[in-house]
Nanobody, 126 residues
Framework: QVQLVESGGGSVQAGGSLRLACTAS????????LAWFRQISAHGRQGVAA???????RYAEFVSGRFTISKDNAKRTVYLQLDSLKPEDSAMYYCAAGSPVCGVWVWGNPDEFDYWGQGTQVTVSS
């Protein structure tokens, strides 16, 4: 079974940066849509960014150019660079895989993804 392992979370002050990484146990799962979601407290998971097989990307509106998703197939790793962080970005961040494509209407729906990491906490203080 595929495993996704996130790393890179932590605590930073507002305006700071973090780089999240998610490494897949099998190369197979680097194909298709790879995405980052976040979850704040009891709320549902919210799509943050996604990257497709052809490296096309999608971002949630609240990202406003502050985050960048990328991937390195050789390392079986997808990254999320978080810049200009705000306190409201504080959340558990999860990577997800298993959706065939990052369709514009579905990439932000967690039900479209079959595999999830355990999450990495991002805390931004004001």
């Amino acid at each position: 079974q595929v495993q996704l392992v996130e790393s890179g979370g932590g605590s930073v002050q507002a305006g700071g940066s973090l780089r999240l990484a998610c490494t897949a146990s099998e190369y197979t799962y680097m194909s298709g849509c790879l995405a980052w979601f976040r979850q704040i407290s009891a709320h549902g998971r919210q799509g943050v960014a996604a990257i497709d097989t052809d490296n096309s990307t999608r971002y949630a509106e609240f990202v406003s150019g502050r985050f960048t998703i990328s991937k390195d197939n050789a390392k079986r790793t997808v990254y999320l660079q978080l810049d200009s962080l705000k306190p409201e970005d504080s959340a558990m961040y999860y990577c997800a895989a298993g959706s065939p494509v990052c369709g514009v209407w579905v990439w932000g729906n967690p039900d479209e993804f079959d595999y999830w990491g355990q999450g990495t906490q991002v805390t931004v203080s004001s």
